[in-house]
């Protein structure tokens, strides 16, 4: 079993930055693939980003390429989601999540941190 728990979301005006952050505890994070995802009230949650075990490959989705960056602590079971030039398509609801088969599926979810950018 794990646990995933985000931190960091708030408000922000559009061209801003936030950090988010997910402490893992439970299994160590390095046995997981992690992701973030993202989602709004009445729509599907969408991938933001994910990072293999060893933090040697990361994907993005096509909306924040260049804007957010994805990076992981295994030391200290730690993931992050640098987000930069948040503009206020990118409110949602954050979730971090680990997965046992590469980001195919996820297993294990955080309770997600709100983002709200303003204009």
């Known amino acids: 079993q794990e646990e995933l728990v985000e931190s960091g979301g708030g408000l922000v005006q559009a061209g801003g930055s936030l950090r988010l952050s997910c402490a893992a505890s439970g299994r160590p994070l390095s046995n997981y693939f992690m992701g973030w995802f993202r989602q709004n009230p009445g729509k599907a949650r969408e991938f933001v980003a994910g990072i293999n075990w060893k933090a040697s490959s990361t994907r993005y989705a096509d909306s924040v390429k260049g804007r957010f960056t994805i990076s992981r602590d295994n030391a200290n079971n730690m993931l992050y989601l640098q987000m930069n030039s948040l503009n206020p398509e990118d409110t949602a609801v954050y979730y971090c999540?680990?997965?046992?088969?590469?980001?195919?599926?996820?297993?294990?979810w955080g309770q997600g941190t709100q983002v709200t950018v303003s204009s």
């Open positions: 999540a680990a997965s046992m088969s590469g980001g195919s599926e996820y297993e294990y």
